[in-house]
C-alpha cells in the first residue's frame, strides 16, 4: 500500500452544536493511511446539504456523544482519485487520476478517506460543481418515490409536493413526471413560484402565501388528493390533512419548516403518515437498484441540467456566510464548498 502521508486541509467540530459556533477549518491536517478496500479523493468541492448542518447540531440525537479526536462533516463530494488501498478499485471501471463523485462521511476536507464502493464515475461534461450535488439529493428523491408506490393501494394520477423549489423537490418532480405522475407542485411565495416555472416549466405551481391556494390545489387535483409528498412539516401539515382524501397518505422526508408538525386531522380522517430517509437507502434497496439510483443522477445532470444550476460557491475563509445561505429564503440553488 502506499503510504502517502500528505496534508489536508479540513472543517471540523469538537462538539456538537450551533454551526457557526462548533465548526472551525484546520490547515496542514497529516492524512491517515488507507484501510482495505479505500481510497483517497482530492476533493475540489463539497455540497453543504441542510441535513449536513442538522447533523452538526446532532438536533436528532440527544445526548450527544464527545468527539475528542474531531468530526469532519460532510456526505457528498467530487473530486479525483489520487490512491487507492490494494484492489480496493478493482472492477470498479475507475482508476488513479479519474474523476469521481461520492456520497460517505467526512467529506469536508481537502483529501477524503472514502470506501472505493461510494465512488462513482463522473463524465467529462459535468463540472465538479455540479458532480457534488447530484447524489443524495437524486438518491433521496428516488428512494421516495419507490417507497411511496410500493405502498400506495393504487397509483395515483396526481401528486402534491410541498417544497417543490427545493432541490429535492425538484427532483422529485422529474422522476414524477417521468413515472407518468402528474405534480402539483407548492411554494410559499410569488417569487419562488416565478423562479421554479423557469427552472421546471408547467402548469400547477401553487404558492401557499395567496388566501385560495387550498381551493387551487382541489381544483388542480380534480378533488382527489390521494398522496402529498412533504418536505416541510410543521404547520402546513395540519392544512395538507385537511386537503387529503379520506385515508390518504403523507410521504414525509424532510422538515424544512423546523418546527413540530400538526397532526390534528391525522385520526379523524384515517391518514397515513409515512417517512422516508436515505439513511435506510443501503438496506432497502437491491445492488440493482442502488446502481441504478446512482446511474439515474448522472444521467438527469446531463439531461435536465437547469436542475443543478443556480448554486453559490464559497471558499473556506467564507464558511459563515455559506452556513447562513444554506437556510437563506429565495435559495436559487445548492450551497458548494471550494477546496
Ligand atoms: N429523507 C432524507 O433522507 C433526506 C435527504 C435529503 C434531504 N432531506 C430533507 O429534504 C428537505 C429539502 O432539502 P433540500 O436540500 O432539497 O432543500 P433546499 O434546496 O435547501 O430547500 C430550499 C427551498 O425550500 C424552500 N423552503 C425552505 N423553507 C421553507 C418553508 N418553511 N416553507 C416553504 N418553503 C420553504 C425554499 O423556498 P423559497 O424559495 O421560498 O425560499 C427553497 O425553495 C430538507 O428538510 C432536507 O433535510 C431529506
Redesign the pocket.
Known sequence: MNSVTDLSRRIVQYRFGDPHAVLRVEEDVAVPPLSEGEVRVRVARSII???DL?LVEARYSQPTPAIPAGRVPGLEAAGVVEEAAPRALDGTGIALGSRVAFFAPGAWQSRAVVPAASLVAVPDDLPDSVATQIL??TI?AR??LRTALRALPVTPRRIVQ??????????ITVLALKNGLAPIR????P??AR??STVLPGEDIVD?SSSDWQDAVRKAAGGDVPVVFD????A?LGDIAALLNMGGTIVS??????RMADLNLFVPKALTLR?????T?RSDTTPDERNEDMTEAIRIARAVPEIHGGYREFDLTDLGAAIDA??????????ILKF
Do not use: D, F, M
Open positions: 446539504h441542510p441535513g442538522q443524495i439529493n433521496t428512494h421516495v410541498t417544497a417543490a423549489a427545493s432541490a429535492v423537490g425538484k427532483l407548492l411554494v410559499r411565495s417569487e419562488s423562479r421554479l401557499t418536505g416541510l412539516a410543521g402546513l422526508y424532510g422538515a424544512l419548516a423546523g417517512s422516508v430517509t436515505i439513511g437507502w444554506v437556510s437563506a429564503p429565495g435559495k436559487a440553488g445548492n450551497v
